[in-house]
């Protein structure tokens, strides 16, 4: 969420008030798509990466407003936590050698900005989960100095009306409760960004839906939380506990949480923006003084900024995203997934099998969401969380017969999603050099079956193994990824285990 805000307190009339703008808001929003007055194709994708603060122990480093200063570069933003970055890197056209050119642009910041936060005893991690992180480096204290996160922490503890809970039970049970929302940045992701036009926002997001599952289980990068072992993938459980308004009374009565994957297949990209309205109460009640109707009757283009920052405090996996650019308005998919990490050669690959799998399955005559029931995209997505690169997914039987079959996610993309994507990146024109390299990495960690969840984990009980205590090999775990991350070779490749003293 990074609109920028104010913080203040709310009453009543501000909340009345916004309810109303918001329906405004989304009648506009019909009235766009009813007048297609949408962009125009432009195959452009964008990149967003969240990143951590360390120190050469492996430890955080709450540092982030004395680095950003010194990077002083757009390209990086703060989050949520004083341990956190997000580098975004600008639009690209997808066709050529776009794969190589924005792993060349990602290296050259993130190691511009290596360089810049070892002035301060710093570096960057690119990880899921940084395993180091203690329950006391996650509280309110270490919330990043910007309005909109105090005021966002605010309201979310103030719906909750209690402290938050954390129950993930896993290799190990993790049991811990927090003041605030702060644990939230422990998270952090690469975001895929997708425009499309209306008319194709619906393929795109049931494909990005139906293929979440696949995309966890190849990348999962964060099975460690404060000290213990949970799912190979605990990012998931994690934000979606960390960020929960929800009491047990209205948990119990099946009211929806606020990070969710959602619940059936879409015709539209309106119905996502209107269920959001429907079922998510706003957090922050800030309006704008543009009337979107009348900027319409007007001829103009409205921002939308009350139903934009909304959409912002909804956290689903794949994420409708409203847009203007120069004064037209564009409709997005946020793939929101994967996380950050191992190294750019990882992230470009999962980029790659992402943009080209979405491609195909968009453009399948019989799409997949008609044969896979939503129900199983969403087991597939449990699963994948839980046991990351070793997990059995439901997919729809290949020819006439129907129905599913239960098959380990590394040869259904071996054997099945590797040709789609490589046919879908054909058909976005990317040459064949970028296809063929960044597939090819997809495939060895198939081959493999090496993520970089299971190199941790092998890592970390190689490491106990030695004689090691469990901060200790979490500690000397963390050193050694950061080590080889910023080596740059797959995490395919990487040795297991700690180098001999």
Known sequence: MGEKVV???????????????????????????????????????GVEIELNLAGADGMPKMLNGEVLPRIASRDFQMELGMFNLEVNIVPHRLDGRVFDQLAEELRTGLGYAHRKAGEVDAGIMMIGILPTLRHEDLVLANLSDADRYTLLNDQMVAARGEDFSLDIQGVERLLSTSASITPEAACTSVQLHLQVTPERFAAVWNAAQAIAGVQIALGANSPFLFGKELWRESRPPLFQQATDTRPPELRNQGVRPRTWFGERWVDSAYELFEENLRYFPPLLPIGDEEEPLRVLDEGGVPRLQEL????????????????????????RVENRVLPAGPTVTDVIANAALYYGLVRSLADESRPVWTRLPFAAAEEN??????????????????GRAGGLTRVPAVKLVRDELLPLAAAGLAAWNIAPADRDRYLGVIEERCKRRVNGASWQVD???????????????????????????????????????????
């Not at 405090?313 to 004064?327: C, E, S």
Request: proline share 7%; charged share 25%; hydrophobic share 35%.
């Open 308 to 331: 934009v920052l909304h959409n912002g405090t909804v956290y689903r996996w794949n994420r409708p995203v409203y847009g203007l650019v120069d004064g037209v308005p564009h409709l």
């Open 459 to 501: 890592t970390y009980h190689r490491a106990r193994e030695t004689g090691l205590d469990r901060h200790a090999a979490l500690a000397a775990t963390t050193r050694r990824y950061a080590e080889l991350m910023h080596g740059g070779e797959p995490v395919h490749t990487w040795p297991t285990g700690l180098p001999r003293p």
């Open 7 to 45: 913080a203040g307190a709310f009453d009543l009339s501000d909340r009345q008030g916004y309810r109303k703008k918001l329906h405004q808001c989304l009648e506009g929003l019909e009235r766009l798509l009813a007048e297609r007055r949408f962009d125009r194709p432009r195959n452009l994708m």
């Open 381 to 398: 997505f449990d699963t994948a969380c839980r046991l990351g690169i070793d997990a059995e997914l439901l997919w729809p039987r290949p």
